[in-house]
């Protein structure tokens, strides 16, 4: 696994970031599908004959996703929103109790049956959490490891437990807030209970409880594995051995070494005695850990082995990988079958009776036959071949062209995914983004509303990209990235609020065509409306026209110290989400996001229920959506000089430099020298920095009663023709694309008679 930024704010990124920021992850599909490879997969089996089993898979899309099992089907029956990053392993532990791990760097805890809120956030680790492992028989125990070299062991109880069961505002903290699982803190940080036992922190890893470390490794752990009853763990990672510890204690029992690669995979039997590892060397090796050496090795694949599971009996291992293949092997005989090959890397298995479910780097999901509790069976088929000991055989074999046949061409099934976007540009008018899909669909997104507006199959992208471009300049007000399959879209202040564009150039009716809008403003605005309607309910009309819940003296005094105030004419107007700015209820797009207190959230913003606060967004976001103020900003006017053209008897209207704003057209400059000329108002010699603007003095809100050709040119450069400029750019259009220099712009104009 490589390192790669967060959608979320990245507590280990090597840039501070200043603020907080906001994202929201955009879907054009349904919520039933991921869009992103599968990283990992979990099945439960109903306790009881006639029941549902479920499967659980999570993904890189960020999710986990709960499936009832029919016999050659399967139904999306929930949706586990809550990391915001990679969901990079998952186990069951005890009945009913579903735990994942992220690179967001939390393990959370879910109740399989449970409509898919989060029932708490462990935080501990200090970089990307990358696998699991449960105990069978023990439902408390559950090992996590990491990146960070970190491997820790939890007891499931006490880290969901409160310490008093007379803490009541512990236990509502615990469970509310956002997803139940946003607002935890590091044990670290967590403040003593005081005397009264309130707890107003929205801590969700109950105070006073600390993993126990299993401490030893010294660079990123793969794989873990832990026997039934959880008395041994196993860990593997980039080190090329095989670790041995008690979890009960964190100590070290053994090293295993026989590995020439990272080791990616790990199994125990259910006595612990036997354990099965799977490495980035393309071997597969068994070990006897009362010996305390490796007694076999499988040259199966021709490259990493990523992905292990065993029979009931431990006699047979299923194995997948790199090489996109499925092998089954007999531990004893030392046979091997070719199940079947994929189009793309396996990266987990899950046995589920005579089945075997297989996740990829896809975003589907297959069900392949394996005859899990006789498979004895399949090699009764034939084509199998003797596993080496070495692993150049395997390879060997594979270039000289005798690669085995597959027994099976076809899945049982396949749960579908969505396209992951590999590929994104984002045009110049900053509300377009232009993408690209692992089918090759091409599709143009609006940002501002959440939504495809244009499908265009199965075309070139450049190609697309070249005839979407459109000469106009507006500033970069977001970032993107595609790191989950779909576009997450990145505000952060104060440059998200850079960009403005007029009411008229949006298609906005019912304000003055003049109006400026500011795009991100309204985007939160669109974004938030929801959350907005969900408190009004739950404050009552008085508290919302108070719009007061910067609670706490320091966020209050921040927010009015670092901003200033930018309110429409129309108060009612600012309330109002304009239809550009409206995003889809049917598809609608979550939030990623941090407040003042815990760590990064995920949730759809359908689903904010008016609670959340400046504890759960950042304090600018709900300086702009309730009380309307914008943070200072830089660059949004435009100097420049104005001439007349050389050689021309037209007067000089203005000696100074002028300043507008930077989306003004040229053709409220050229009303701005009509008025001038017609009216012959006298200059005014003593401002050297004049303002230009409409509605200043009523001079550019008239139509122009004669044709101005503009033409941008530098001075002492007369002999080449200068460009005429189309009234219809801005003047950061002009500089960007027409003038490309670093002074100050200049515009020369004249009179073309009989037009």
């Known amino acids: 696994m490589h390192r790669v930024g967060s959608a979320g704010n990245n507590s280990n990124s090597s840039r501070p970031r200043k603020e907080k920021r906001l994202t929201y992850v955009l879907n054009d599909s349904d919520d039933t599908k991921h869009s992103a490879g599968i990283n990992c997969l979990a099945v439960l089996k109903s306790s009881v004959s006639d029941g549902c089993n479920y499967l659980f898979t999570g993904s890189r899309d960020g999710t986990l996703k709960r499936?009832?099992?029919?016999?050659?089907?399967?139904?999306?029956?929930?949706?586990?929103?809550?990391?915001?990053d990679w969901v990079n392993d998952t186990v069951i532990a005890g009945e009913n109790t579903l735990v994942s791990c992220s690179s967001d760097t939390t393990l959370k805890i879910w109740n399989c049956l449970s409509d898919g809120t989060c029932a708490r956030t462990l935080r501990q680790h200090s970089d990307y959490v990358t696998c699991l492992a449960a105990a069978e028989r023990n439902a408390n125990v559950v090992a996590s490891g990491g990146l960070g070299g970190e491997v820790f062991v939890w007891d499931i109880e006490a880290a969901v437990t409160p310490l008093s069961k007379s803490s009541d505002v512990m236990e509502d903290d615990c469970s509310n807030g956002i997803n139940g699982s946003a607002n935890s803190l590091p044990v670290s940080s967590l403040r003593p209970i005081s005397s009264n036992n309130s707890i107003t922190a929205h801590t969700t890893q109950c105070p006073g409880y600390v993993p126990i470390a299993a401490k030893g490794h010294k660079e990123?752990?793969?794989?873990?594995?832990?026997?039934?009853?959880?008395?041994?763990?196993v860990s593997g990672g980039t080190e090329k051995v095989v670790r041995v510890w008690d979890p009960?204690?964190?100590?070290?029992?053994?090293?295993?070494?026989?590995?020439?690669d990272n080791v990616r995979a790990l199994l125990l039997d259910s006595t612990g005695r036997y354990c099965l590892s799977g490495s980035s060397d393309s071997m597969i090796r068994?070990?006897?850990?009362?010996?305390?050496?490796?007694?076999?090795?499988?040259?199966?694949?021709?490259?990493?082995?990523?992905a292990l599971a065993s029979t009931p009996t431990f006699t047979h291992v299923y194995s997948g990988g790199r090489d996109l293949s499925l092998y089954l092997t007999d531990l004893t005989t030392r046979e091997s079958l070719l199940?079947?090959?994929?189009?793309?890397?396996?990266?987990?298995?899950?046995?589920?009776?005579?089945?075997?479910?297989?996740?990829?780097?896809?975003?589907?999901?297959?069900?392949?036959?394996?005859?899990?509790?006789?498979?004895?069976?399949?090699?009764?088929?034939?084509g199998s071949f003797l596993a080496g000991?070495?692993?150049?055989?395997?390879?060997?074999?594979?270039?000289?062209?005798?690669?085995?046949?597959?027994?099976?061409?076809?899945?049982?099934?396949?749960?579908?995914?969505?396209?992951?976007?590999?590929?994104?540009?984002?045009?110049?008018?900053?509300?377009?983004?232009?993408?690209?899909?692992?089918?090759?669909?091409?599709?143009?997104?609006?940002?501002?509303?959440?939504?495809?507006?244009?499908?265009?199959?199965?075309?070139?992208?450049?190609?697309?990209?070249?005839?979407?471009?459109?000469?106009?300049?507006i500033p970069a007000w977001f970032t993107v990235d595609t790191r989950l399959g779909s576009l997450s879209v990145h505000l952060d202040t104060p440059q998200c609020f850079s960009a403005e564009m007029y009411s008229v150039d949006l298609n906005i009716t019912g304000k003055p065509e003049d109006d400026k809008v500011n795009l991100a403003r309204e985007t939160l605005k669109g974004l938030l409306a929801h959350w907005m309607t969900k408190r009004r309910q739950r404050l009552g009309s008085q508290a919302s026209a108070n719009g007061d819940v910067l609670s706490g003296k320091d966020n209050t005094a921040r927010s009015l110290a670092h901003s200033r105030i930018e309110v429409d004419g129309n108060a009612e107007n600012d309330s109002m989400v304009h239809p550009p700015f409206e995003f889809s209820t049917v598809s609608p797009p979550s939030i990623i996001s941090e407040g003042s207190q815990g760590g990064p959230w995920r949730k759809k913003i359908t689903e904010l229920d008016g609670t959340e606060d400046e504890k759960d967004f950042p304090w600018w976001v709900l300086?702009?959506?309730?009380?309307?103020?914008?943070?200072?900003?830089?660059?949004?006017?435009?100097?420049?000089?104005l001439h007349p053209c050389e050689g021309t008897a037209v007067q000089i209207l203005t000696q100074g430099k002028l300043s507008a704003p930077r989306i003004l057209r040229i053709n409220k400059v050229v009303n701005y020298v009509v008025e001038k000329m017609v009216l012959d108002k006298p200059i005014d010699t003593g401002n050297t920095d004049g303002s230009l603007a409409p509605g200043h003095g009523g001079q550019l809100q008239h139509s122009a009663v004669v044709d101005g050709s503009f033409k941008s040119g530098l001075k002492p450069w007369p002999k080449p023709r200068p460009s005429v400029l189309s009234t219809d750019m801005s003047l950061a259009t002009v500089r960007a694309y027409i003038w490309k220099k670093p002074e100050d712009l200049v515009l020369n104009y004249r009179v073309v008679q009989g037009r």
């Open 220 to 233: 990123s752990v793969y794989a873990l594995a832990m026997n039934d009853n959880g008395s041994l763990l």
């Open 339 to 382: 199940l079947c090959t994929k189009e793309h890397p396996v990266l987990q298995l899950a046995l589920h009776d005579d089945s075997i479910w297989v996740a990829t780097t896809d975003s589907s999901v297959h069900r392949w036959p394996a005859e899990g509790r006789n498979p004895q069976k399949v090699f009764q088929r034939g």
């Open 623 to 641: 300086d702009c959506v309730l009380n309307n103020r914008l943070p200072p900003r830089e660059n949004t006017k435009c100097s420049f000089y």
């Open 286 to 306: 068994l070990w006897d850990l009362g010996q305390q050496r490796c007694v076999h090795s499988y040259a199966v694949h021709t490259d990493s082995v990523w």
């Open 389 to 473: 000991n070495l692993s150049f055989s395997r390879a060997r074999v594979s270039l000289e062209g005798s690669t085995p046949a597959a027994v099976y061409k076809e899945p049982i099934f396949s749960i579908p995914g969505t396209p992951a976007i590999v590929q994104h540009e984002i045009l110049n008018n900053r509300r377009h983004v232009l993408t690209k899909d692992t089918a090759g669909s091409v599709k143009l997104w609006e940002i501002t509303r959440g939504v495809v507006v244009e499908d265009y199959g199965q075309v070139s992208f450049d190609e697309k990209k070249q005839e979407l471009f459109e000469m106009v300049s």
């Open 248 to 260: 009960r204690t964190g100590s070290k029992t053994m090293k295993l070494r026989g590995h020439t």
């Open 67 to 84: 499936w009832a099992l029919a016999e050659d089907a399967a139904t999306c029956s929930a949706t586990f929103e809550s990391h915001v």
